[in-house]
Nanobody
Framework: QLQLVESGGGLVQPGGFLRLSCAAS????????IGWFRQAPGKEREAVSC????????HYLDSVKGRFTISRDNAKNTIYLQMNSLEPEDTAVYYC??????????????????WGQGTQVTVSS
């Protein structure tokens, strides 16, 4: 079974940074668009960022623009989400996901077929 695994979450103070990683087994991530989502308690899952299969389209949630950066390392079969200037409002479980239409980004969680188990990010002083 195809599997995505997130790592890199943790507790950080406001203004701090984290780098999340999304690694895959039995799938080559360079063949997919990959999205990052987050879900805070009591809130719906929201799209944070996405990178298209060909890397020519990158999307960010407005509230993270200029602070978060998505990137690929094909040699490591890993997608990264660099998160800088973290704010308490960024606190959530973060998930990476691969879409049904493997080449295309979407902000809709229902458009994604494969999900990781999530990694907790907590921004607090």
């Amino acid at each position: 079974q195809l599997q995505l695994v997130e790592s890199g979450g943790g507790l950080v103070q406001p203004g701090g940074f984290l780098r999340l990683s999304c690694a895959a087994s039995r799938m080559t991530l360079s063949n997919y668009a990959i999205g990052w989502f987050r879900q805070a308690p009591g809130k719906e899952r929201e799209a944070v960022s996405c990178i298209s299969k060909s890397d020519d389209r990158i999307h960010y949630l407005d509230s993270v623009k200029g602070r978060f950066t998505i990137s690929r390392d094909n040699a490591k079969n890993t997608i990264y989400l660099q998160m800088n200037s973290l704010e308490p409002e960024d606190t959530a479980v973060y998930y990476c996901a691969a879409p049904l239409k493997y080449w295309a980004c979407s902000s809709a969680p229902g458009a994604y077929r494969y999900w990781g188990q999530g990694t907790q990010v907590t921004v607090s002083s």
